[in-house]
């Protein structure tokens, strides 16, 4: 089972894309920096690794079991890549595993939050997908706040080591809102 995602979506002046081979020079660009990979899972690319991970991924529109999709953040003004959001479809289809880096420019401009906003939305137009869930590092307030702003609750800690430092990694979840909440209202008529 795959899950197709109805791209492209906006919300403001972020808009949530398909990467494209196109964005490697803004994408090279923030996976390279060392500052931004600090709490991602993934550690600083070279120009030559960013131009093979973009040709594996440029285009993916599909959420597939077991696998990661990653999606560009782009801002609709320009189309810019400023950064992107990983989406893992668990084997059963039921929980979409979310991840997002943005590029250190367009940090603290509600780009991220709207991203995370609109990838939540992708995710739950498929009735299988019943829960987000998200991890950070507990050094991490600004996805902290992000994660919370956006829907998520926490849901556990672990501690662990990461990138061979001792660490807490925080668990979040933000269930499918109630079919009432994610339905829009009649043409003319307020709630």
Same mark, same amino acid.
Do not use: N
């Given at each position: 089972m /795959?899950?197709?995602? %109805?791209?492209? #979506?906006?919300?403001?002046? *972020?808009?949530?894309? /398909?990467?494209?081979?196109? =964005?490697?020079?803004?994408? @090279?660009?923030?996976?390279? =920096?060392?500052?931004?990979?600090?709490? !991602? +899972?993934? *550690?600083?690319?070279?120009?030559? !690794?960013?131009r093979r991970f973009l040709a594996e991924t440029a285009g993916a529109t599909r959420l597939l079991p077991g696998q990661w999709v990653q999606l560009g953040i782009a801002l609709a003004a320009t189309d810019e890549l400023v950064g992107d959001v990983g989406l893992h479809l668990a084997a059963d289809a039921t929980v979409v595993e979310l991840g997002f880096t943005l590029a250190r420019a367009h940090q603290r401009q509600g780009h991220g939050l709207r991203a995370v906003g609109l990838a939540a939305g992708a995710a739950f137009e498929h009735a299988c997908v019943v829960q987000l869930r998200?991890?950070?590092?507990?050094?991490?307030?600004?996805?902290? *706040?992000?994660?919370? #702003? @956006? +829907?998520?609750?926490?849901? +556990? %800690?672990?501690? *662990?080591?990461?990138?061979?430092?001792?660490?807490?990694?925080? @668990?979040?979840?933000?269930?499918?809102?109630?079919? /009432?909440?994610?339905?829009?209202?009649?043409?003319?008529? %307020?709630?």
């Open positions: /795959s899950l197709a995602l %109805s791209l492209p #979506r906006r919300d403001g002046p *972020t808009v949530l894309r /398909s990467l494209r081979l196109a =964005d490697l020079p803004a994408f @090279a660009a923030y996976r390279a =920096d060392p500052q931004v990979a600090e709490f !991602q +899972g993934w *550690t600083p690319m070279d120009a030559v !690794q960013a998200a991890r950070t590092d507990a050094r991490h307030p600004a996805a902290i *706040t992000l994660l919370g #702003r @956006a +829907g998520f609750a926490p849901a +556990g %800690s672990i501690d *662990t080591v990461f990138k061979g430092r001792p660490c807490t990694e925080l @668990a979040f979840v933000r269930p499918r809102p109630p079919l /009432s909440a994610a339905r829009p209202a009649a043409p003319g008529r %307020s709630r």
